[in-house]
């Protein structure tokens, strides 16, 4: 008979034996990890302090947002846009893991905090596709994970924005990393997580589908593993969510807009393709990359195996999503990189098994390229964020409305995406409509066609329709928007209360404080 021993061990609970654990830690490994994570915060602060200011705008959400989570609790209220998808009883964080992982940064300075959350993940995420290369044995490791900096500057700064795209990255090189390594049951709580953190999760099923199709191509072994637990783990993410079952709509609402090629409603910049000399121009050494491990390919006398066909699949499909949308740069340089290294570790493998010499002169060759590549690259980084808007625009504006307008009062903006800005500066006030244009004309098409009238000046006396369709008692708008500004003018229910270098705020008034004000 077998006696079972209830005594805990080692391989079953290894914290407790802490002794134990230090003993079988792989030292080299852990130092080099150490080591990279330490050059990749080094190199990422180079390029976030290149500027005071954030990169991009939305970044000025996300961190007052988890400001306000950490002072009134998870699911603070939020009346901020009530003439979108976005109203108070509808209102769904598609972001709620990231504002979480954004909390311990909200203490102090918020735009400071946001930076350096803007250093730490995305030095961790380069971590990650180390670990990925380095389980798969790829001569180099270390070098290939630096290599990261070298494939495209605008990876870098979509990299070093305060957004979920780094984190978003992170997953899905750890899922490909589970895959590879088949460690399959990890992909149900990280696609769990994935759901809460980004809405972009969808994403998370390529490498477990890839990998599938990789596999019966290659092994004629059919492995539905990575699906289903993925799957399992993006139902449950789903179903076990703080905002359900309105999130299941707001996904519809977040992504229908950017898959529609019909929809006529202008979204962000990042939505729409790079022209082709601007394509090469920010992401040139990643196609390079991408090229190379083809070469690799064609020159090796061994077949391709199923982790470099599922990193092919996984690149190649990336790349035709970045020819469509430049916002994909934040992932096809990263998974080229990996194509190319695993198309290339047979080939390096075998000729370091025949020459020993190579084992100095192969990586003192790779650093001669990679370091000036890194440099350069870094280089033009620091100069695309030194571009970045200023943290304090209409941060003076936004004081006066908060010193100068009842709590709550709605501002009607000329320009959607002065929300981010906005809202850091003041909560004071609620808005129009922020974040997507596209979240107000799914609230209501005709609302939003007004507005858009009413921002190009195409509106006369545009006080009263304000007042009627948006219930906005003060306007707010930038310098630029100049026929708006005239129509303001000649309105005489829109009096001006303040200016400067970059805002004007008016106050529309009622006809019979038009008539007082005459009479005076």
């Known amino acids: 008979m077998r006696i079972i021993s209830l005594k805990p061990n080692f391989v079953s609970f290894p914290h407790l034996y802490p002794a134990q654990a230090l003993a079988r830690l792989n030292w080299p490994a852990a130092l080099t990890g150490l080591g990279l994570l330490g050059l990749f915060v080094a190199l990422f602060t180079a390029i976030q302090f290149a500027t005071p200011h954030l990169v991009g705008s939305d970044g000025y959400y996300h961190i007052k947002l988890a400001q306000l989570m950490r002072e009134q609790g998870l699911r603070p209220p939020f009346p901020w846009l009530p003439l979108t998808v976005l109203k108070p009883e509808a209102y769904v964080d598609h972001h709620f893991l990231y504002h979480l992982l954004l909390i311990p940064f909200t203490y102090g300075d918020l735009a400071a905090g946001a930076k350096w959350a803007s250093i730490l993940f995305p030095a961790l995420t380069f971590l990650s596709g180390w670990l990925l290369l380095r389980s798969q044995k790829t001569p180099y490791a270390a070098l290939w994970s630096i290599a990261l900096f070298a494939t495209s500057e605008g990876f870098l700064y979509r990299m070093s924005m305060p957004r979920t795209q780094s984190l978003s990255l992170m997953v899905l090189l750890l899922a490909l990393h589970l895959i590879l390594t088949r460690r399959y049951h990890w992909l149900l709580p990280l696609a769990f997580l994935y759901v809460w953190l980004y809405n972009a999760f969808p994403l998370i099923l390529l490498p477990a589908g890839f990998y599938t199709a990789a596999r019966w191509l290659l092994e004629r072994r059919l492995s539905w ?3 289903i637990y993925t799957g399992l783990g993006l139902g449950l993410g789903l179903l076990i969510n703080p905002y359900f079952p309105d999130n299941l709509l707001f996904i519809y609402h977040h992504l229908s807009p950017k898959l529609n090629d019909a929809t006529a409603t202008p979204v962000g910049i990042e939505w729409y393709p790079y022209t082709t000399w601007s394509l090469i121009d920010h992401a040139g050494p990643a196609l390079l990359l991408f090229i190379a491990g083809v070469v690799a390919l064609g020159l090796s006398e061994r077949r391709m195996d199923t982790a470099t066909a599922a990193s092919l699949f996984i690149s190649l499909l990336f790349g035709l999503m970045l020819f469509k949308s430049r916002r994909f740069v934040e992932y096809y340089p990263a998974f080229a990189l990996i194509f ?3 198309a290339w570790t047979p080939l390096l493998r075998s000729w370091l098994g025949r020459a020993n010499r190579l084992r100095w002169a192969l990586p003192a060759a790779l650093l001669l390229i990679l370091v000036p590549a ?7 980084a620091q100069a695309s964020v030194q571009r970045a808007k200023p943290s304090q625009r209409y941060g003076q504006a936004a004081a006066w409305l908060q010193a100068n307008t009842p709590a709550g009062s709605r501002v009607f903006q000329t320009d959607w995406d002065d929300f981010p800005r906005l809202f850091f500066h003041n909560t004071h006030n609620t808005y129009t409509l922020g974040l997507d244009p596209t979240y107000m004309e799914l609230y209501d098409a005709d609302l ?20 009627e369709n948006f219930a906005a008692t003060y306007i707010l708008s930038d310098l630029d928007h100049k026929a708006f500004l005239r129509q303001a003018k000649a309105d005489p229910q829109i009096v001006e209360l303040y200016r400067d270098e970059e805002a004007v705020i008016f106050k529309i008034i009622t006809q019979e404080e038009v008539d007082q004000l005459k009479q005076s």
């Open 340 to 342: 190319c290294a695993l």
């Open 448 to 467: 939003y066609r007004l507005w858009v009238k009413l921002t190009r000046g195409q509106v006369e006396q545009p006080a009263q329709v304000i007042i």
């Open 374 to 380: 890194v440099w350069f690259n870094l280089q033009a």
């Open 225 to 227: 593993a990575p699906l």
